[in-house]
Nanobody
Framework: QVQLVESGGGLVQPGGSLKLSCRMSGSRFGLYVVYWNRQAPGKQREYVASITSGESTNYADSVKGRFTLSRDIAESTVYLQMNDLKPEDTAVYYC????????????WGQGTQVTVSS
């Protein structure tokens, strides 16, 4: 059974940085597309960024230039480096994954809270 576990959230001041981690277990990590999504209070869940099995990355316009994805195959982990954080980045951040080439089955983590506030 595939499991995703996020970590790294917390409270940070505007302009600060955080690095989120999404660790996968239960399958061959290198075959998956991994996404970060977020949900702010009272809002719908939205796409943040994604990385394919070939390490191609894509970012929402709202985070482009501030957030960076990377992947460590040996650790079965995807990292989301978040710089120049803004109050509007406050949300619960979720990791999602599915096998490259099919989204029939998706796996989600439990989420990690990011709060940007002075």
């Amino acid at each position: 059974q595939v499991q995703l576990v996020e970590s790294g959230g917390g409270l940070v001041q505007p302009g600060g940085s955080l690095k989120l981690s999404c660790r996968m277990s239960g399958s061959r990590f290198g075959l998956y597309v991994v996404y970060w999504n977020r949900q702010a209070p009272g809002k719908q869940r939205e796409y943040v960024a994604s990385i394919t099995s070939g390490e191609s990355t894509n970012y929402a316009d709202s985070v482009k230039g501030r957030f960076t994805l990377s992947r460590d195959i040996a650790e079965s982990t995807v990292y989301l480096q978040m710089n120049d954080l803004k109050p509007e980045d406050t949300a619960v951040y979720y990791c999602k994954a599915h096998l490259e080439g099919t989204a029939t089955v998706e796996y989600w983590g439990q989420g990690t809270q990011v709060t940007v506030s002075s």
